[in-house]
């Protein structure tokens, strides 16, 4: 990808996965209300939450399939490449290392606050559940 252009497609690849996730939302939550529908399933509120975990945890574990199936071919460096390169190389940054370090760190950050609102809706779950 040209330099010009690696801007413009990190922030599609952002939207597209800010799209994804609020379509797997609205999925979510539409699924759970049409189990707990008194006219449809009338499923309980445990047992609809209980059925949209499993599926989560059936697509994830699709999903890794799918990741062991991929082709070394969609590699950037051959391992050749590598042990070719000098050890205190970071491969393809030389000028912005230090910003990708930086915002690296900051991403960890806000990944580690973000997980406590997790934490803290399945806590909430759990405690309201039993």
């Not at 945890?57 to 070719?84: H, M, N, R, W």
């Not at 960890?108 to 609102?117: E, K, L």
Request: glycine share 6%; proline share 2%; net charge neutral.
């Amino acid at each position: 990808t040209r330099d010009v252009d690696r801007t413009k497609l990190f922030a599609w690849y952002n939207l597209f996965g800010c799209f994804a996730s609020a379509v797997g939302a609205i999925t979510c939550g539409f699924t759970i209300q049409v189990l707990t529908d008194t006219t449809t399933y009338n499923f309980s509120m445990l047992t609809a939450c209980r059925f949209m975990m499993t599926l989560y945890t059936i697509i994830q574990a699709c999903q890794v399939l799918l990741i062991y199936g991929l082709s070394p071919d969609i590699e950037t460096f051959t391992k050749t490449e590598i042990s070719q390169m000098p050890t205190n190389a970071c491969i393809g940054l030389e000028k912005s290392k230090w910003t990708v370090v930086k915002l690296s760190l900051l991403f960890m950050i806000d990944s580690f606050g973000g997980s406590f609102v997790l934490q803290s809706i399945v806590s909430g779950w759990f405690f309201h559940i039993y």
